[in-house]
């Protein structure tokens, strides 16, 4: 059985592997990248899914100010490939809206497969105004309103906003500076 669950720093280890393992070595050069590296994921919004000590499914929310509207960047969302095809992915997202509204949060953008993302209500209308830090294909940088409306005034450059952890990160084995 798989339980979606707040992720643990037990949980580190296993996410990295299974980001390793679904997104390759190039993950870090992702645009989305400059907005996570040197934050902490949005707080009660960092899941992970669970088949008994297995973690077979990651998704985490960060902050984020999408031209001048506090907003969420989701991401990234990775399933182990053994255990796709089975909705845990669908599982995931909606658990992940819920809270994220649940917290008040009122949008949430992304970068993604549009007709993947599409079902859960992400539009790439909502972006039209918005400029990430790096290339990106405008057909997959999507967002939803959690409220209505909640992009109407947003135009410009989507910036990191989230927490700064107090020590510096580890990839690989090596400290590097936050």
Same mark, same amino acid.
């Given at each position: ?105 009122? =949008?949430?953008? &992304? *970068?993604?497969? %549009?007709?993947?993302?599409? @079902?859960?209500?992400?539009? $790439?209308?909502?972006?039209?105004? /918005? ?11 999507? =967002?939803?309103? &959690? *409220?209505?409306? %909640?992009?109407?005034?947003? @135009?410009?450059?989507?910036? $990191?906003?989230?927490?700064?952890? /107090? ?12």
């Amino acid at each position: 059985m798989i339980h979606i669950d707040q992720e643990m720093l037990f949980d580190v280890g296993q996410r990295e592997a299974l980001l390793d393992r679904v997104f390759g070595p190039n993950r870090f050069g992702k645009t989305s990248e400059r907005l996570r590296e040197g934050r902490l994921p949005a707080e009660g919004l960092a899941l992970v899914a669970r088949v008994g000590e297995r973690l077979v499914g990651t998704l985490r929310l960060w902050h984020v100010n999408a031209g001048g509207v506090p907003a969420l960047m989701l991401g990234p969302l990775a399933i182990d490939p053994l255990f796709r095809g089975e909705g845990l992915g669908t599982r995931m997202m909606r658990e992940a809206l819920q809270r994220a509204a649940a917290h008040g949060h009122r =949008a949430v953008i &992304l *970068v993604g497969d %549009a007709p993947y993302y599409g @079902r859960f209500g992400f539009s $790439a209308s909502l972006t039209a105004k /918005l400029e990430l830090p790096g290339p990106v294909d405008p057909a997959r940088f999507l =967002a939803l309103e &959690l *409220v209505p409306g %909640a992009l109407a005034g947003a @135009r410009g450059l989507v910036r $990191a906003t989230g927490a700064v952890p /107090l020590f510096p990160r580890v990839r690989d084995g090596h400290r590097r500076a936050a």
